[in-house]
């Protein structure tokens, strides 16, 4: 399986601040890497697929890059509404592993 | 919209087997650009893919699980359905049901997801 390891795997940051979050794939997975944010109590929603492609309807505010082993997540400037558990999702190969996710949180 | 729908029991003795369906709404399942799949969230824990079926009844599971898992498709009711068998306590998770755009695997649209608990 292919392993997947999100930086941090928690994270204090402002409204208007740049946030970025890092996620590594245990061996090369080209550019098959997608983002999903979750709120409390709810089902993940998807943000980026195929590493930099933004979801109909996500706000430009998200972005993502990388390929190969090391990706990133993006949020230009964070709103109220972003603070949220972000997990990566490798679609390389079966089985689809997810990062163990990242608590961002209002500092 | 597209919608999905999980329904089952939310409590499951230990040894038994867990049956869960997720209805689609909005939608055909027999697109030819889609997986089914199912998804699973411990309490406080990370997600875990289980498996994943086209309305072809093509599967694909999790190795870890392989041994215990079934997932089917009913396109005549557009619903596909999960079995997880001799449960355990560890088996204990949110599930959740979800659309997989083929080829690249990305998971688009997800049902709100449904609470399963393995205890006597």
């Known amino acids: 399986d292919i392993q997947m390891t999100q930086s941090p795997s928690s994270l204090s940051a402002s409204v208007g601040d740049r946030v970025t979050i890092t996620c590594r794939a245990s061996q090369s997975i080209s550019s098959y890497l997608n983002w999903y944010q979750q709120k409390p109590g709810k089902a993940p929603k998807l943000l980026i697929y195929a590493a930099s492609s933004l979801q109909r309807g996500v706000p430009s505010r998200f972005s993502g890059s990388g390929s190969g082993t090391e990706f990133i997540l993006t949020i230009s400037s964070l709103q109220p509404e972003d603070f949220a558990i972000y997990h990566c999702q490798q679609s390389n190969s079966a089985p689809y592993t997810f990062g163990q996710g990242t608590k961002l949180e209002i500092k | 919209q597209l919608q999905l729908q999980e329904s089952g029991p939310g409590l499951v003795k230990p040894s038994e087997t867990l049956s869960l369906t997720c209805t689609v709404s909005?939608?055909?399942?027999?697109?030819?650009?889609?997986?089914w799949g199912w998804i699973r969230q411990p309490p406080g824990k990370g997600l875990e893919w289980i498996g994943s079926v086209y309305f072809s009844g093509t599967t694909d599971y999790n190795p870890s699980l392989k041994s215990r898992v079934t997932i089917f498709v009913d396109t005549s009711k557009n619903q596909f359905s999960l079995k997880l068998s001799s449960v355990t306590a560890a088996d204990t998770a949110v599930y959740y049901c979800a659309r997989h755009s083929y080829p690249l695997f990305y998971m688009d649209v997800w049902g709100k997801g449904t609470t399963v608990t393995v205890s006597s």
């Open positions: 909005g939608g055909s399942i027999t697109s030819s650009s889609y997986y």
